[in-house]
């Protein structure tokens, strides 16, 4: 089982979102079990998940606990959604996880302090695969070219696929509708890492 973490010390920027659309993509795609392990007390992408048919695990479990249930339950992959935070979700994260994505918005105030956190986390994690996912991109505007540079000037590894600000993400818990074709260029992306 391959286990993928979505996290960061924003809320608002799309973790949850896209740790829903990246199972759901999984597990339509490859036609494999998938689980989506929701460690946010307000639990939305455990509702979401639940809503087609993904397992979670209780919040009281564990995160080693629960990452060994479902591994043992036979599922291929495992996404992980956190609550806004970097350190305290890293200490959990960083022995489970074989990926971390830090979705971010194109703003450079995001950018730098997230530049700063991950060279800390490096530090304290060095074997830990980390990667930044531009969220609610608009291509036309300087300021994508603008954080794309930026990450790469602090060094933060950081997806080609960019993801872009769309109403059927925001609607897609309502609408189920979720064949994006970025979502499945950025699992393409992602499991070629894990296949490293
Ligand atoms: N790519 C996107 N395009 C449009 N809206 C988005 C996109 N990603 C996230 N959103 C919206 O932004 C808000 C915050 O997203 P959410 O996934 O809840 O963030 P987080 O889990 O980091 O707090 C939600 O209303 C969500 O629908
Ligand atoms: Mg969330």
């Given at each position: 089982?391959?286990?993928?973490?979505v996290?960061?010390?924003?809320?608002?920027?799309?973790?949850?979102?896209?740790?829903?659309?990246?199972a759901?993509?999984?597990h339509?795609?490859?036609?494999?079990?998938?689980?989506?392990?929701?460690?946010?007390?307000?639990?939305?992408?455990?509702?979401?998940?639940?809503?087609?048919?993904?397992?979670?695990?209780?919040l009281?479990?564990?995160?080693?606990?629960?990452?060994?249930?479902?591994k043992?339950?036979?599922?291929?992959?495992?996404?992980?959604?956190?609550?806004?935070?970097?350190?305290?979700?890293?200490?959990?994260?960083?022995?489970?996880?074989?990926?971390?994505?830090?979705?971010?918005?194109?703003?450079?105030?995001?950018?730098?302090?997230l530049?700063?956190?991950?060279?800390?986390?490096?530090?304290?994690?060095?074997?830990?695969r980390?990667?930044?996912?531009?969220?609610?991109?608009?291509?036309?505007?300087?300021?994508?070219?603008?954080?794309?540079?930026?990450?790469?000037?602090?060094e933060?590894?950081?997806?080609?696929?960019?993801?872009?600000?769309?109403?059927?993400?925001?609607?897609?818990?309502?609408?189920?509708?979720?064949?994006?074709p970025?979502?499945?260029?950025?699992?393409?992306?992602?499991?070629?890492?894990?296949?490293?």
């Amino acid at each position: 089982m391959k286990t993928i973490a979505v996290t960061g010390q924003k809320g608002g920027v799309g973790k949850t979102t896209l740790a829903v659309h990246i199972a759901e993509n999984l597990h339509r795609t490859l036609n494999v079990p998938v689980s989506l392990i929701d460690r946010d007390p307000q639990q939305a992408a455990a509702r979401w998940g639940a809503a087609f048919g993904l397992p979670g695990a209780d919040l009281k479990t564990p995160l080693g606990a629960a990452v060994r249930e479902r591994k043992e339950a036979g599922d291929a992959f495992c996404v992980i959604d956190t609550a806004p935070s970097i350190g305290g979700a890293f200490k959990d994260i960083h022995s489970v996880a074989d990926i971390v994505l830090l979705p971010t918005q194109a703003s450079m105030l995001d950018i730098t302090s997230l530049g700063t956190a991950l060279g800390a986390l490096r530090a304290t994690y060095p074997a830990l695969r980390i990667f930044a996912v531009l969220n609610q991109i608009d291509e036309r505007l300087v300021i994508t070219r603008e954080a794309v540079a930026g990450l790469d000037a602090a060094e933060v590894p950081q997806f080609a696929t960019h993801i872009m600000r769309r109403t059927g993400y925001t609607r897609a818990a309502l609408t189920a509708v979720y064949p994006h074709p970025e979502i499945d260029a950025l699992v393409r992306e992602i499991r070629n890492h894990l296949a490293k």
